[in-house]
């Protein structure tokens, strides 16, 4: 197991009737923005629920968080918390609400431009508006970790940043405040989850057995509880399930220790900022392929996915490792999500579209051993076609 520090400050309140807590989570007298999306949590009555437990605060709303947030939305919201001093950020969305709201709460007090910020990977980011959430789509494990993706149409960037100070102090799962969902946000969410597990599993093995048989929960559970949890959306239990899982997919837990490979994510940035892809789209399009393009490199743990989670014995070798890559991308078609570019009608250049972006935005060694260079990438897009 190669050594690890593993911090996580995140205090989770999960499940029903949940909401309420909010008033014993935040001071009596903060001045609080919530911070929304496109407007789902006012249809689904959970905007309302938020404001009667934040009830006797002075509150106001900061709406129109666009999936895959874009940098000049959210400096709105910087603006306006610099002359209004709110002291407080509530997030009441999915990924992108959640994501969106991280950035706000670092730039606020930066000095320099805060695209840089972004530029830099969030390393820069010294001091933060203290923020919580209010989950509504299990998907990204934002609501658990220090992470966020932050976009920039203008210059077509879609980029990570990460930060010790960017968990949140609380973020409340309420399953019940996913059902509105629509089934395509669940099957992404399912995918996002599936994918963020296996780049923290599918590398080489270093004999973290704890860590492996974690990620195997994780994706068996999904694989379990994901078809019930798409076609039944109000069983409250399969849902519980899959949101629990997919927080626990990237809270930092499983990579303690262990290496990872977040490849299948920068590439698949690259085709949400080049084509508007979903998120979950662009992974189930790319990591079939990349595990076919790196099958010696991942070789070992391959085997040990066909066989622990696929449940794969008594075939040849070669035979255990397509089969496994089979069963991953009709996994992801089961949900009615395409996993080949044509279907989403993309041009045939996708490929050295994408290889330029990743140059231009340093990805040129990726994956657990770098040496996914921009001449890799171009095969796995191309196969993707
Ligand atoms: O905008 P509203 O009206 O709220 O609608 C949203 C949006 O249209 C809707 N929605 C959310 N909760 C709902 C709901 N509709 C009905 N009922 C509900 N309860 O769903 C749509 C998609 O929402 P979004 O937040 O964009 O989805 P997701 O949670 O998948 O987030 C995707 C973003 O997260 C980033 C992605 O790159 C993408 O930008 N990621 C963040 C990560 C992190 N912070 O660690 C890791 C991930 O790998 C991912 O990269
Ligand atoms: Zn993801």
Redesign the pocket.
Same mark, same amino acid.
Request: charged share 25%; hydrophobic share 40%.
């Given at each position: 197991m190669q050594n690890f520090e593993f911090y996580n400050p995140t205090r989770i309140v999960f499940g029903q009737n949940t909401i309420e807590k909010l008033n014993s989570l935040i001071p009596k007298n903060a001045k609080v923005l919530i911070t929304?999306?496109?407007?789902?949590?006012r249809?689904?009555g959970?905007l309302a629920e938020v404001q009667k437990a934040l009830d006797g605060r002075h509150v106001e709303i900061f709406e129109g968080?666009?999936?895959?947030?874009i940098f000049e939305t959210l400096m709105k919201a910087v603006e306006k918390i610099r002359q209004e001093n709110f002291d407080f950020i509530l997030g009441v969305? *999915?990924?992108?609400?959640? $994501?969106g709201t991280k950035f706000i709460a670092g730039a606020v007090h930066c000095k320099d431009d805060p695209w840089k910020l972004v530029l830099d990977g969030g390393k820069d980011i010294q001091q933060i508006v203290p923020f919580g959430f209010v989950l509504?789509?299990p998907?990204?494990?934002?609501e658990m970790?220090s992470?966020?993706?932050i976009?920039r149409k203008t210059t077509e960037d879609?980029l990570?940043i990460k930060n010790e100070l960017l968990y949140p102090v609380f973020s409340i799962l309420d399953p019940t405040?996913?059902f509105? /969902?629509?089934k395509k946000?669940v099957a992404? *969410?399912i995918i $996002?989850a599936f994918v963020?597990t296996t780049e923290q599993y599918l590398t080489y093995p270093v004999n973290g057995s704890i860590q492996d048989r974690f990620a195997e929960g994780i994706l068996l559970t999904l694989i379990e509880e994901g078809p019930k949890t798409y076609n039944n959306p109000e069983d409250y239990e399969s849902r519980a399930n899959f949101v629990w899982a997919a927080t626990m997919a /990237?809270n930092g837990l499983i990579a303690a220790g262990v290496p990872e490979d977040w490849s299948t994510?920068m590439i698949g940035?690259e085709l949400?900022i080049l084509y508007g892809l $979903?998120? *979950?789209q662009t992974l189930a399009i790319v990591l079939p392929s990349l595990l076919e393009e790196m099958r010696q490199d991942k070789r070992e743990k391959l085997l040990q996915y066909g066989k622990r989670v696929w449940g794969l014995t008594g075939y040849s070798d070669e035979k255990i490792i397509d089969e496994a890559i089979s069963k991953t991308r009709e996994f992801f078609e089961s949900f009615g999500v395409k996993t080949y570019l044509h279907e989403y009608d993309i041009d045939n250049n996708a490929a050295e579209k994408v290889i330029e972006q990743l140059k231009r935005h340093h990805m040129t060694a990726l994956g657990e051993r770098k040496n996914i260079t921009p001449d890799v990438s171009y095969r796995i897009v191309q196969a993707s076609l």
């Amino acid at each position: 197991m190669q050594n690890f520090e593993f911090y996580n400050p995140t205090r989770i309140v999960f499940g029903q009737n949940t909401i309420e807590k909010l008033n014993s989570l935040i001071p009596k007298n903060a001045k609080v923005l919530i911070t929304i999306g496109g407007g789902s949590v006012r249809k689904n009555g959970t905007l309302a629920e938020v404001q009667k437990a934040l009830d006797g605060r002075h509150v106001e709303i900061f709406e129109g968080i666009e999936a895959n947030p874009i940098f000049e939305t959210l400096m709105k919201a910087v603006e306006k918390i610099r002359q209004e001093n709110f002291d407080f950020i509530l997030g009441v969305g *999915g990924g992108s609400v959640m $994501d969106g709201t991280k950035f706000i709460a670092g730039a606020v007090h930066c000095k320099d431009d805060p695209w840089k910020l972004v530029l830099d990977g969030g390393k820069d980011i010294q001091q933060i508006v203290p923020f919580g959430f209010v989950l509504t789509l299990p998907a990204t494990g934002s609501e658990m970790n220090s992470n966020a993706v932050i976009s920039r149409k203008t210059t077509e960037d879609k980029l990570p940043i990460k930060n010790e100070l960017l968990y949140p102090v609380f973020s409340i799962l309420d399953p019940t405040k996913t059902f509105s /969902l629509p089934k395509k946000q669940v099957a992404n *969410g399912i995918i $996002d989850a599936f994918v963020h597990t296996t780049e923290q599993y599918l590398t080489y093995p270093v004999n973290g057995s704890i860590q492996d048989r974690f990620a195997e929960g994780i994706l068996l559970t999904l694989i379990e509880e994901g078809p019930k949890t798409y076609n039944n959306p109000e069983d409250y239990e399969s849902r519980a399930n899959f949101v629990w899982a997919a927080t626990m997919a /990237l809270n930092g837990l499983i990579a303690a220790g262990v290496p990872e490979d977040w490849s299948t994510h920068m590439i698949g940035h690259e085709l949400t900022i080049l084509y508007g892809l $979903d998120h *979950g789209q662009t992974l189930a399009i790319v990591l079939p392929s990349l595990l076919e393009e790196m099958r010696q490199d991942k070789r070992e743990k391959l085997l040990q996915y066909g066989k622990r989670v696929w449940g794969l014995t008594g075939y040849s070798d070669e035979k255990i490792i397509d089969e496994a890559i089979s069963k991953t991308r009709e996994f992801f078609e089961s949900f009615g999500v395409k996993t080949y570019l044509h279907e989403y009608d993309i041009d045939n250049n996708a490929a050295e579209k994408v290889i330029e972006q990743l140059k231009r935005h340093h990805m040129t060694a990726l994956g657990e051993r770098k040496n996914i260079t921009p001449d890799v990438s171009y095969r796995i897009v191309q196969a993707s076609l």
